[in-house]
């Protein structure tokens, strides 16, 4: 059934959004309107999340409203974690959410203060969630919504606090992976434009001197450096244009698809994402599953919480074999050895036969968390010789071109 995401005044007047699932447009305007809600704005979701049919510039427009609105990861997860801990100690919800409100940033302080209201006025804890995409996604709403229905609200809320905990464990590692690499890259460039700016100007005046015919390297060098200081704006321009270029170009859906998957291919760094996407989804749909939430379900949210095109591209084709009847493992097998590896359909396969499904993708998510912790423990001493090398060959190369004519100042001179 299609997810359609909307936005609706309530009847004190207030805007709040949130996704539901429905046949069509007109279907939701019905169960918004007898809610006692004005529709204002009702879109169809793509199976990730993503609203259908929007153009190049609504969707620019959409994800620079999204990060104004976006509550930072550790703050949710943070009061996720009070929140479990408050029920579990026999206090009630409304009253937790409104003592754990008083503490928070403004922008969160209001979204928990509007949550309460909602609560005081007989709303589930899962429909007043799902008002704040910002701060509480789809993932979390459903998780919610199936303890709700359980009467197990602190036990989902302890899983979910877990769960968040080890996710933003494991994208700390990741990001910690990616980093060391970018910087040394920063500074390369930042080292090289210095040099071409400012040494290359003065060896030039230096060299002028001579009289005599420079060699090939340093002509070129100082060529370089004449033609970035002559063009400073146009060169500063064009990086400027390149970068809002890349900006606006991943958001575009074709666009963002071929640069998700080319990700996957890079040497070493590929690797670790594919992996901390496998880990990401083994863990979701463990959540999930464990709390109740039912499969198709499951699968659609994680194919937006593993926020890569490609492999929500491969999700949805699970999703649609699913629903033509076929096992997950069969379904996962379907989808290629590449994108599910064999530990993951095999366990899943396990567990539709032992009626344990949860617990084992639960361990497949560990297995990958500690694969990537081992990668980056030792990516440290496997790539610093390399960059080190890298940076010392750049710079090197540039400063023999340059030093070229003083080894050779006698030849010049005669």
Not at 335 to 351: C, I, R
Request: aromatic share 8%; glycine share 8%.
């Amino acid at each position: 059934m299609p997810k359609f995401s909307y936005s609706v005044r309530d009847a004190q007047g207030r805007l709040v959004s949130g996704t539901m699932d429905g046949n069509s447009v007109d279907e939701c305007i019905v169960r918004l309107e007898e809610k006692n809600l004005i529709p204002i704005n009702i879109e169809e979701l793509n199976f990730d999340g993503s609203i259908k049919g929007r153009s190049f510039f609504d969707k620019v427009n959409g994800s620079l409203i999204a990060m104004s609105k976006r509550v930072p990861y550790r703050d949710v997860v943070f009061f996720t974690r009070q929140l479990a801990t408050m029920i579990d100690g026999g206090v009630a919800l409304p009253r937790a959410v409104e003592q754990l409100s008083r503490n928070e940033k403004p922008a969160f302080k209001r979204m928990l203060e509007q949550i309460g209201d909602d609560l005081g006025m007989g709303s589930t804890f899962s429909d007043a969630l799902g008002k704040h995409p910002g701060a509480f996604n789809n993932m979390f709403v459903a998780v919610v919504r199936a303890g709700e229905a359980a009467g197990a609200l602190d036990k989902v809320l302890d899983q979910l606090a877990n769960y968040m905990e080890n996710s933003e464990a494991l994208k700390s590692k990741v990001k910690a992976a990616m980093r060391y690499p970018a910087v040394i890259t920063a500074f390369v460039a930042a080292v090289t434009v210095g040099i071409l700016t400012f040494l290359v100007p003065v060896f030039k005046d230096m060299y002028a001197g001579f009289g005599a015919k420079l060699p090939a390297a340093t002509l070129m060098m100082i060529s370089f450096s004449d033609a970035i200081r002559d063009n400073a704006i146009a060169v500063t321009a064009g990086i400027i244009a390149l970068v809002i270029g890349g900006f606006l170009a991943l958001n575009a859906e074709k666009p963002k698809y071929l640069w998700d998957r080319y990700l996957l291919k890079l040497p070493v760094f590929g690797e670790i994402l594919r992996k901390n996407i496998l880990a990401i989804f083994c863990r979701t749909m463990s959540l999930l599953m464990d709390s109740g939430t039912p499969i198709l379900e499951a699968i659609q949210i994680s194919g937006a919480a593993v926020n890569n095109k490609h492999y929500s591209k491969a999700l949805e084709g699970v999703y649609n074999d699913i629903k033509q009847g076929e096992l997950l493992s069969a379904s996962l097998v379907k989808a290629g050895h590449a994108d599910f590896p064999a530990l993951v359909t095999q366990l899943v396969s396990t567990g539709e036969e032992s009626g344990r499904i949860d617990e084992l993708l639960s361990k497949a998510a560990e297995f990958y968390d500690r694969e990537i912790k081992n990668v980056v423990d030792s990516l440290s001493s496997i790539i610093e010789p390399i960059l080190i090398v890298i940076l010392g060959g750049i710079v090197g190369t540039m400063l023999i071109a340059l030093y070229l004519p003083v080894f050779t100042i006698g030849k010049i001179i005669k």
